[in-house]
């Protein structure tokens, strides 16, 4: 798993299994395509786009809108918590 992966699996797995989250929602540029993939990797589906949304670089960009809902993230084979914690801890 990259860092990024990783990162985004800890974020997830605090989200849901500490802050008792349902449901979390992201935002990213639609020109960034190495972060969405990034996201739908570890499950969030993209759920719509904002066109025109956000100025950057004095242009107008479009927003991706993507989500993940807690049985999803569980679901997943990948980008998952781990069944073996102690392990994780070690590197």
């Known amino acids: 798993m990259n860092r990024q992966a990783g990162l985004i699996r800890l ?3 605090y989200a849901f299994a500490e802050l008792n989250l349902h449901r979390i929602g992201i935002r990213a540029l639609a020109y960034n395509q190495r972060a969405i993939r990034g996201y739908k990797k570890c499950g969030f589906v993209i759920e719509g786009r904002e066109r025109e949304a956000a100025f950057v670089t004095r242009a107008w960009h479009d927003e991706v809108m993507m989500g993940i809902v807690e049985r999803e993230f569980l ?17």
Do not use: F, I, Y
């Not at 679901?75 to 590197?91: F, M």
């Open 75 to 91: 679901s997943r084979k990948s980008c998952r918590p781990s069944e073996n914690p102690s392990r994780d801890a070690k590197g």
């Open 11 to 13: 974020l997830l797995q």
